[in-house]
Structure formats: C-alpha cells, structure tokens
C-alpha cells in the first residue's frame, strides 16, 4: 500500500504557514482565516483516508499492525551508520494521533474565524496555528527520535509565540516565557537522555529503537553509573523531556499561566495536542521501556499518579474557569502517565498503554469542548471568573448542552467517551498496584466534583448583573462545539483494543463490571456534591471553606509550587549563584580586558610621536632598517 | 672584458651613484630634488644589472631585460611623482617636504 501522499499531511500546514506568514497582510484577514482553516481541512481529510487504509483497508499483516515507512530522506549524515532522517511512519498509534490532530485543530480554525474575529493580528494567528499542526504533525510521524526531537522545539516555539499572542500584556509575555523556559529546561533532560542512547545503541531510528530484540542494545545494558544501568538513566532523561512538555509534577507550573494566551490556543495546544506530547513520547518509547527500565517505568506511574491528584485537588480551588480546566487538564494527564506506567506488554496485558492511547483519543475530544465552550462563555460575558457568571442556560443553549456533554464525558458517566477509556485505566491500575488504584479513584470523583462544581456555577446559580445581556456565539463557533460534542458521546464505542496495543496486535478489551460500577458510583456522588453545593447559591460552600481553613488556603494558592520556584530561583539560585559569577565577569573578566587596553591606550600615547609628518623621519627610518637587515643577512652568511 | 676595464670599475661607480643618491635623499628637502636623487638609485641598480650580465653570464639576456623594465617603471614612477608633486603645489605653494607635514598623529 502506497503512503506517500501523506507527506501532504505535513506540508499542507508548512505551505500554508509561509504562504499567511509572508502574504496575510496584502489581503483582508478572513481571508488568510480562511486559507488556513482550507489548509487544515485537506489535512484533516488525507488523515481520515490514511486512517482509514491503514486500518481497515490494509489492516493487519501476520499478526499485527505493521510500521510503514511511508516517506524518507536523508537529511544529516553523521558517520557511516549513524544518520539522521526526516520522514513519515505511520503505525496504529501515529495515524491515531494524525486524527486527532487535524480533527480538534480543524475545530479551533473554524471556532477562530468567530472567536478572534477583528482581532489586531488575525493573519498572524492563522499562520501560527498552521506552524504548530505542522510541527505537531511532524513529531508524531518522525521516524527517528532525533526528528521527533527537531519538531519537538518546533511545538515548544509555536507554542510560545501563540501563549504570547497579545504580546501588548505584560502577563501574556511573562507566561509565554515561562512557558519556553520552563519546557526548555526539561528538553534538555530529553536531549541528554537521546545522546546517551544514540551513544550506545549507534542509532537514532525507531525501526531499532523500538525493538527490544534488536542486537543495538547489547551494550547500554551492561553500562551502569550511580548504581542504575546506564539505559535507565536515559530513558528517565527522555521522560524528563515529556514531563515538562506533559506539565508534570514538578514541572507542571508553565501550564496554568499558558492560559493567557487566545482560548482556541488553549483548547488546541494546552489541551488536546501539545500536551500529550509527553505521553505519547512515552508510548513511543514504550518497548525499551518495559523491556529495559521497568523502573522507570514505575517512577512515570507514580509521577503520573500524584499529578493527578494534586492537580484534581488544585482545581477544586480556582475560580478562574480555564485555570480550572487547566488543572483538570494535567489531572488527564496525569491519568495517561499512569496508565502508560503500570502497563505489561503482550495482549492483555497491555490494557494500560491501550487505555492510555484510548484516553488521550477521547480526552482530546472533551477537553478540546470544553476549552471551546469556555471561551463561547467568556465570549459571551467577557470575563473568566466564575463569580461574573451564571445562570446562563438560557442564554447559551446551544454551549450549555454541549458543556454538559463534555462534563458528563470526563466525569466518566456512561455512555459517554470518558467512561469507557477512565474505565481502562482503572483496570490497568487495579492490576498492578492497589494503591495507585486507590487514588485514582479518588481523583475520579474530584474530577466529577469539579467539572460540575464549573458547569453549575456557570450555567446555574445565581444571575449576576450583566451590562448587557449576553448571547448565543455566532454559527461558525457552535458548529465545532456540536462536532466535539458529537466526538465526546460516541467515539467511545470504538473497540479501541483492536486498532491500538502496546506490541500492535490487537486484543479485545472487557468490561469489569465490578470496577465500572463503583467508579460511575463515585463519579455521581461527586456530581451530587457540587449539585448541593453550586446549584443554587448557598452559604454551605463558604462555610465549608472556612471550616477547612488553612488547608484549603494551601489548596487554594497551588500548594505553593510556584513561590518555591521563585524562591529557589530568585533567593537561592540568584544569591549564591548568579551574583559571583556576574561579579567575576564584571571585575575579573572584564577587568582583564579593560587592563589591556589601558596599557596599550597609555604605550601608544607615549610612542605616538614617531609618526612626525616629517618625510625625512621615514625614509631615515626605512634606509637604516634596509641596512641593519643587509648587515644581518652579510653577518649570518659569513 | 669590454677593451680591458674590470668588472669591479662598474661597480664602484653603480656604488658611488647608489650612495650619492641616498644622501640626496635624505638631505635634500626639494621634492623634485629628491625624485631626481631615487632615480639615481634606480640608474645604479640598472647599471649592476647590465653589468653581471654582461661579465658572468654573456650569452644570456635575462639582466638586460630586467634594465629595459626597470627604465620603464622608472618613467612611469616619475610621471605619477610629477603629477603629486604639482598638485602638492598647488595646495601648499609650496614644494618643500618639510611644509608638507599635515599626515600625523
């Protein structure tokens, strides 16, 4: 079967991003809208038929999904066998991800032309969404870790210049830095992690990388530094690099403030596709991983495993509704790692990495609505709090049902998505390890608290004064919402088991009745709990939170994370380190160098004479030189 | 060789031209003076050109050559010297090399 179209996949977007990126301005701006969102929709079309012949048309060979080589070049080489390539594999879990991809980038277009409409910089926002599908693109098909790598900082810069799009706010650029510096700083954890293994293994290719039989890792096992095989080293490094990208604890605190930035930008990167990255870097590497460093595969559960708690925790706190759905966001995330952690190899036993994949699918779905039906509801009352806001239903019907969908779906009721991939992930965590089990089941009822604690605070409660009485967004908005909304009921009835496993043959995934029920149960009584306490307004919240006193405060302000960032950073960093060294460069360094030029300025001052003006001066110079050369040469002859 | 004068009577004359042009070199302060004392130099060096061709290497002509190039240059040099030297002239109404000192620190 021929692939090579899909490489189309990719330039489609890079067409477009130079084409709106050099010429947007000469025409009006929804016009450039409209060639990216064009864009966008061949992508999203070629995806669908790749998928489509992947799957269903060519469908498994032997016993399982093959990896195609669909398209490949040579793009760097470095010695004989170790090059670097650029180009497009497509296996189960990167035409899943073109899918979504293009799916929940092709609703943030289409919501964009509504949402952003006579923005100062519409052109350019088109364009920059079109560079970061490509480089998102780019990093699910690459071929080898070195071009996931490349494309991976691509993510990283686009994602920085769209979180800094209103660059005239003092608060967007500080996030859109903090957010590259941040991603930065673990990148290079992933850069290191790459190098040592590239160094042992000799290879940057998937093809070798992902194989555990193959003979390129004979040597890394054998290597061991501070008491842990070298490998485990590198793949704890690499996972270093999707922590950061993922926003996982610790690195998590550049996610909530990515907030700043449009909420299409939100919905799309910091919801459904950049962040995931790390997930999916994960699933990727997942072979070596379990075959390997089954350590460090532990470690990726338990970090998972907390992140989800105490972001669930933090976003019980917030009032601002997308902080709230950006801690719910790491929560997933959170959920995702897990998975991916305690899952086994072969068949059933790679329920995990299945039910990762499974929730990433349809969490991209909902999580994408609900950015979009929050930005519909700031649209509509032009403010993110959540005490400017309620009683909407009727204002927003079409917001408010599609926002009930999507609660429904992440709080895992059936039969909506979220139930059936949060169901997977229980299973897979109860077989491994009870007392990850334990929390995530914890995190499930957090997670239906407050998605509903949200959707009744918005939609319910009681109505503030509006200024103006707000209205429904305009078509071209609530056509994406329907779509997702759409996404978030049924693709959970796909059998994901048959298209996406950790070794890539597929296996039927069961019901457990007995680990569905009690987490619909618990998902309910959380939903209860917000219903008593959100529905209508009551004093009971307020006097619940000052009977919680300080530990809701900690809750409240994020558990402090960032005030020891900054005093790590600012007090500890800043004191002991950074201000020797500036005091070495500016009196030592730059005293050397100030030291010799004064000498050379104060001799020149004094010699300077010697250039006279005077003819004669020169030529008895240059006649006695010419004859102490000549008696030189005579002496040394002689 | 040529009717019996030796080598080194052509020579003490392209030495003495050499030195006497030098001295005028430095001593004089006329630049038409001085330009007149370089080609002397140029004339003595033409001289031992001609001059060991002549006596160590007769039946070649490379040192001829050298001399015919060398009047060449020569003219050329004192054309291009002439040219500054008038406008020289025409700034400072002047052609003395001591008035000519303004290149300095």
Same mark, same amino acid.
């Given at each position: ?10 330039l489609v977007p890079f067409v477009v991003f130079i084409f709106t990126g050099l010429f947007g301005n000469r025409f009006k701006p929804f016009v450039s809208g409209l060639i990216g969102t ?19 048309? %060519? ?32 296996? $189960? ?28 910089? +519409?052109?350019? +926002? ?19 870790? +070195? ?22 706010? #003092? ?46 890792? /004979?040597?890394?096992? /054998? ?8 490998i485990t080293w590198a793949m704890l490094l690499i996972f270093m690099g999707g922590a950061g990208k993922s926003a996982m604890f610790p690195l998590h605190i550049w996610l909530p403030d ?37 350590? %460090? ?8 495993? +907390?992140?989800?708690? !105490? ?19 790491? /929560? ?81 009721? $059936? ?36 998605? !509903? ?53 597929? !296996? ?9 029920? #009690? ?62 060294? %500036? ?56 | ?17 050499? *030195? ?18 370089? &080609? ?8 031992? *050109? ?18 015919? *190039? ?25 052609? &003395? ?9």
């Open positions: 079967m021929n692939y090579f179209y899909s490489i189309w996949i990719l064009t864009g966008l929709g061949v992508s999203f079309l070629l995806s669908l038929i790749t998928a489509w012949k992947y799957f269903l048309v %060519a469908g498994i060979t032997g016993e399982a999904y093959p990896s195609v080589i669909a398209a490949k070049t040579t793009w760097l080489q470095l010695t004989d066998h170790l090059k670097i390539d650029l180009g497009v594999m497509l296996d $189960p879990i990167s035409v899943m991800m073109l899918v979504v991809i293009t799916a929940v980038s092709l609703m943030c277009h289409i919501y964009s032309l509504g949402y952003m409409k006579g923005e100062q910089g +519409f052109e350019r +926002f088109y364009s920059f969404l079109s560079l970061f599908t490509f480089s998102m693109l780019g990093l699910v098909v690459a071929t080898n870790i +070195f071009q996931m790598y490349i494309f991976w900082e691509l993510v990283g810069v686009s994602s920085y210049l769209l979180i800094g799009f209103y660059y005239e706010r #003092p608060s967007a650029v500080a996030a859109s830095k903090k957010a590259f510096i941040v991603t930065r700083f673990a990148d290079l954890g992933f850069l290191i992690g790459i190098l040592l293994l590239s160094f042992y293994t000799k290879t940057f290719d998937f093809a070798e990388l992902t194989n555990p039989q193959s003979p390129v890792f /004979s040597r890394i096992t /054998s290597v061991s530094f501070m008491g842990l095989s070298v990515a907030m700043e930035g449009p909420t299409p930008v939100s919905a799309l990167i910091h919801a459904a596709t950049m962040v995931v990255a790390g997930v999916y870097l994960v699933a990727r590497m997942f072979p070596i991983y379990i075959a390997y460093s089954p350590n %460090a595969l532990t470690v990726i559960a338990w970090i998972g495993g +907390f992140t989800s708690l !105490f972001a669930a925790m933090i976003a019980c706190t917030q009032f601002d509704i997308k902080r709230v759905l950006a801690y719910s966001t790491l /929560s997933q995330i959170g959920y995702m790692m897990l998975a991916l952690g305690v899952s086994g190899y072969e068949g059933e036993h790679g329920l995990g990495y299945m039910a990762s994949m499974f929730h990433l699918f349809t969490h991209a779905m909902f999580k994408a609505l609900l950015f979009l039906g929050a930005g519909s509801v700031i649209h509509a009352v032009h403010s993110n709090y959540m005490n400017d806001m309620g009683g909407l239903r009727k204002y927003l019907p079409i917001t408010h049902m599609t926002f009930l969908v999507a609660c429904l779906s992440i709080s895992g009721i $059936p039969p909506f998505a979220g139930f059936f991939s949060k169901d997977e992930i229980l299973v897979a965590a109860w077989q491994h390890n009870r007392l990850l089990f334990a929390i995530e089941y914890v995190v499930a009822g957090l997670t239906a608290f407050y998605m !509903f604690r949200l959707y009744f605070g918005i939609f319910w409660n009681k109505m503030p004064h509006y200024h103006h009485t707000p209205h429904e967004s305009p078509l071209i908005m609530t056509i994406p919402l329907i779509f997702l909304a759409l996404g978030s009921a049924f693709t959970g009835f796909i059998p994901f088991g048959r298209f996406v496993s950790a070794d890539q043959k597929p !296996f039927e995934s069961v019901m457990h009745m007995s680990i569905a029920i #009690p987490s619909v149960l618990i998902a309910i009584a959380g939903i209860s709990v917000a219903y008593a306490l959100y529905r209508q307004e009551n004093a009971t919240a307020s006097r619940l939170v000052r009977a919680l006193g300080m530990s809701y405060k900690v809750v409240f302000n994020k558990f402090y994370i960032d005030e020891v960032y900054l005093f790590v950073t600012k007090r500890i960093l800043f004191n002991l380190v950074s201000r020797p060294v %500036a005091w070495f460069d500016r009196h030592i360094v730059d005293g050397t160098m100030n030291g010799i030029a004064w000498v050379i300025a104060k001799s020149s001052e004094k010699i300077k004479g010697i250039q006279s003006g005077q003819l004669h001066h020169y030529a008895l110079a240059f006649v006695s030189g010419a004859i102490i050369l000549v008696l030189i040469v005579l002496y040394n002859l002689s | 060789m040529i009717h019996g004068i030796p080598i080194t009577h052509f020579l003490i004359v392209s030495t003495v031209m050499f *030195f006497i042009g030098i001295y005028g070199f430095l001593t004089r302060r006329n630049l038409i003076t001085m330009l007149m004392s370089i &080609e002397l130099i140029l004339n003595s060096v033409n001289i031992n *050109f001609v001059v060991f061709n002549k006596y160590l290497y007769p039946d070649q002509l490379q040192g001829h050559f050298f001399a015919l *190039f060398i009047i060449a240059i020569a003219a050329a040099e004192a054309s291009v010297a002439i040219a500054l030297i008038i406008n020289i002239y025409r700034r400072y109404t002047s052609i &003395e090399a001591d008035d000519v000192n303004e290149m300095k620190y």
